[in-house]
């Protein structure tokens, strides 16, 4: 029975996966995004997390535990310079995962995990709409009769005019 076992095992032995999980951290923090499997995403969410909130403090204790974790001095170089300052002011929550669907090969579910932060994409949509003034859909007050017949209404559809050709057109009678 499995009561109270939380940590899936990926079913690979200890040491097996404790260098999965280093390995996919290192490259999560290098490249801020990866794609795997939706179970090894979500078991590297478990791992990582702890390390980004030791990378808030910047001691040579926290950079020595990390690296414990991580065995690749680039990416703690990287995770306690670049990606500590990003994420200075965040709580919690520093990675998100995103389905992608299935792998064609054996069907497994695929996703991409990726440093919450570091997606400009995002970033820029969220500033976007928060630059955007609110407006309601009724109008001040209502328009004059003369202003109400030059504006279309949302119903009405306006077609462009046709062009009158220099030939005259024949009407039969």
């Known amino acids: ?50 390390l980004l909130t030791k990378a808030k403090a910047d001691t040579t204790h926290s950079r020595r535990v990390v690296f414990s974790y991580l065995q690749n001095k680039e990416s703690v170089k990287a995770l306690f310079g670049d ?34 932060d570091y997606n400009e994409t995002l970033l820029n949509a969220k500033t976007e709409a928060k630059a955007k003034t609110r407006r309601s859909r009724r109008g001040t007050g209502k328009a004059t009769t003369v202003e109400a017949q030059a504006q279309p209404s949302a119903t009405e559809v306006i077609e462009p005019k046709e062009e009158t050709s220099a030939e005259p057109t024949e009407t039969k009678e």
């Open 83 to 116: 990606v500590a300052e990003k994420i200075a002011n965040r709580e919690g929550g520093y990675t998100r995962i995103i389905k992608l669907g299935n792998r064609l090969g054996d069907n497994a579910d695929m996703c991409l995990i990726e440093l919450v």
């Open 1 to 50: 029975m499995r009561h109270g076992k939380t940590d899936n095992h990926l079913g690979r032995t200890v040491g097996h996966r404790r260098a999965l999980l280093s390995n996919m951290a290192s490259s999560l923090i290098l490249h801020k995004r990866i794609k795997t499997t939706v179970a090894k995403a979500k078991e590297l969410r478990k791992y990582v997390e702890p």
